[in-house]
């Protein structure tokens, strides 16, 4: 295997887990408290504009893992992740300590390695940008 079919397939398994862990973040939150409590929930935690916050978040983590792991809008999508991790270690698993937030932390900089590692090959953005590019080009 070529190193660029190997770094295509590891940043596939990447996006797969990495997208995952945040659609599975999302729907708990979702399923345990529904959008109402998440809201009271950040709205307890200090979260600013709790009743924004917490649709969005949720809103964020599923459709924006769904995102990571097809590898659409990698740049936005990730940026925007990371910065609801900075949120997560700020509000919420920072005050509890390091240990709280090293899941947090490891999300933030694997969402912020997939914005800017172009995803892959076998990415919906490198793939629209090839096909884009062929058209261009006939």
């Known amino acids: 295997m070529k190193l660029d079919q ?18 599975v973040h ?6 345990e408290r529904g959008v ?5 929930y950040f709205d307890s935690l200090g979260i600013p504009l709790a009743v924004i916050a917490g649709p969005a978040v949720l809103l964020l983590e599923v459709a924006g893992g769904a995102a990571i792991i097809l590898g659409a ?3 936005l999508v990730g940026v925007m992740l ?14 509890k300590g390091w240990k709280a937030s090293e899941l947090c932390l490891s999300l933030l900089v694997a969402a912020l390695v997939l914005a ?3 995803g892959g090959a076998l990415a919906v953005d ?10 261009a080009t006939s």
């Not at 999302?26 to 399923?31: C, F, R, V």
């Not at 109402?36 to 009271?40: F, K, L, N, P, V």
């Open 6 to 23: 190997a770094r295509s397939v590891s940043l596939l398994l990447a996006r797969i887990a990495i997208g995952t862990i945040f659609i």
């Open 26 to 31: 999302g729907l708990e939150k979702l399923n």
């Open 36 to 40: 109402g409590g998440t809201i009271d």
């Open 73 to 75: 809008g990698l740049p």
């Open 82 to 95: 990371a910065i609801d991790m900075m949120g997560a270690i700020f509000f919420v698993q920072g005050p």
């Open 116 to 118: 800017f590692s172009g």
């Open 126 to 135: 490198k793939l629209w940008m090839n096909r884009k590019r062929t058209t």
